[in-house]
């Protein structure tokens, strides 16, 4: 693999932000406030919403090349490109938000889970204790992930098989023969758990959220 390109620091006004050339063009560059700009004249490169994302347009050999910001930046710092299978998500699920430190690289079944468990959209995202029951019999788990989808639904895509859990859980219905529900608080009291609250300050000012020593989110 090719050594990353050296890191770069660069006055923005009285301010002072680390930058790395864009792999796919060195007039240009990522700035880890989440922003590209042009390296000849300093400035910030317009950007324009869809669908929530940064996107920004630029010539490449003469051509216009419209790119998402979000891509752009961890691709740079990270100097390699994102791999087959895998995305950039944010974070804090604020589209719009490409600080460096927003982004990290995911699976498709890490990003519908980043963006299903978000609880309303002025709260903290949580993962919620979910309940499966077949024939009778009820299990609880801290949260739906890849390893449980693949214990369900060994044959499907997991990020299908994700959805259609999710779509299940919000009609109440079933999939893959099996019922799905976010856990009442009745089954996450116990010996087995210890909790604890969550201090407003780390989830956004929220308050009557719990966290266990065995995993598990209680919502208000």
Known sequence: MASPKPLVTKAVGDEHRDTRVLMISSTYSATSDGHIINNRTGKR???????GYSKVT??????AVPRAVHVLVWTAFNYRPVPRGMSIDHINRVRDDNRLVNLRLATAVQQVANSESRVGR???I????????KGGTVSVFPRMDETLLRSI???SNP????????AA???GGTAYGYTFAYAPSDLLEGSSHVWKEIPPTS???????????TGFIKTP
Not at 126 to 133: D, E, N
């Open 45 to 51: 490169l317009a950007e324009r919403r869809i669908c």
């Open 58 to 63: 630029f010539k490449v050999k003469g051509k």
């Open 122 to 124: 002025s709260r903290p």
């Open 126 to 133: 949580m993962h919620r204790a979910i309940t499966v029951s």
């Open 153 to 155: 639904a060994p044959t």
């Open 159 to 166: 990020t299908t098989a994700m959805r259609k859990v999710y």
């Open 169 to 171: 859980m919000k009609t």
């Open 203 to 213: 989830i956004k000012g929220a308050t009557g959220y719990y966290a266990s020593d």
